[in-house]
């Protein structure tokens, strides 16, 4: 089974700019960066679109000759759209190009599965039976920080890649998300495990940023993490407007930051 969500920011009319991709075998989300260069939600549609669907990118040499093989077509369209604007439209588009995020999942055997991510969306596999998390993302104070990019004229930095593999089993579910609600997640899962998360969540905490208000609210509550937090979420992806509610339910109790919010996910 496998499906997925993406709704953009509550009551803002900007496009969303995130995208994603859902089979049986792959998963995929990409998070176009609004604040750099122009046409993000394009660029993420775009790197999803044309993301080797079959074939797991396992290393960042893949990486690489893939975004290599596909940017220029993307470039010199919007090169010429930009154009079409004002001269500072042109000059940003050339100072800034197009970015976004992509992490991907493949399921390549049985009980196998391969991802790999670059900047802050993330891939997660939980199991059911032993209530591990696992993610391909550095640590919870890091998504107070610029992340590395995909962008569609400047070379990729090796330090931003990530790859590995998740050994599955009948109850696993892999899932993938971009970065605020990927924060939600990790947050919540880390509250339930405070010996193993003590220093993590401590150094999140002394961040003293919108990300260390939403932990000192979430640790006053009591929940479960498998069933309250993992899903209630998969259930909710069920339609868009369901989504949206209960992500606007989460952003009000002040656990989940505001942005575009994707979730896409399979399990057995």
Request: with cysteine; net charge negative.
């Amino acid at each position: 089974m496998n499906r997925g969500v993406s709704i953009a920011k509550f009551n803002d009319q900007i496009a969303n700019e995130d995208a994603f991709f859902s089979s049986d075998t792959c998963i995929a989300v990409s998070d176009g960066a609004g604040g750099c260069g122009l046409f993000a939600d394009e660029w993420s549609k775009y790197l999803v679109k044309h993301l080797p669907k079959d074939n797991p990118i396992v290393s960042f040499k893949e990486l690489d000759e893939w975004v290599d093989g596909i940017w220029e077509p993307f470039y010199n369209e919007h090169e010429e759209r930009a154009k079409e604007g004002d001269g500072i439209l042109l000059n940003k588009y050339y100072n800034e190009g197009s970015c976004a995020t992509i992490a991907a999942a493949w399921i390549t055997g049985d009980k196998q599965c391969k991802w790999m991510a670059y900047g802050d969306s993330v891939v997660f596999h939980y199991s059911k039976e032993t209530g591990v998390l696992e993610h391909s993302f550095t640590k919870l104070s890091d998504f107070s920080n610029p992340p590395r990019l995909v962008s569609c004229k400047d070379p990729l930095e090796e330090e931003g890649f990530r790859c590995g593999d998740f050994d599955l089993d009948e109850s696993s579910v892999v899932f993938a998300a971009s970065d605020a609600l990927s924060h939600y997640i990790m947050m919540m899962y880390e509250l339930t495990k405070i010996k193993e998360y003590g220093a993590e969540l401590a150094e999140e905490y002394l961040k003293a940023s919108g990300n260390s208000q939403l932990l000192k609210t979430a640790e006053t509550m009591k929940f479960e993490f498998g069933q309250d937090v993992l899903q209630s979420l998969l259930d909710a992806t069920s339609s868009s407007s369901r989504f949206e509610l209960y992500l606007k339910e989460l952003n009000l109790k002040g656990i989940l930051d505001m942005d575009d919010f994707t979730l896409v996910y399979f399990k057995g």
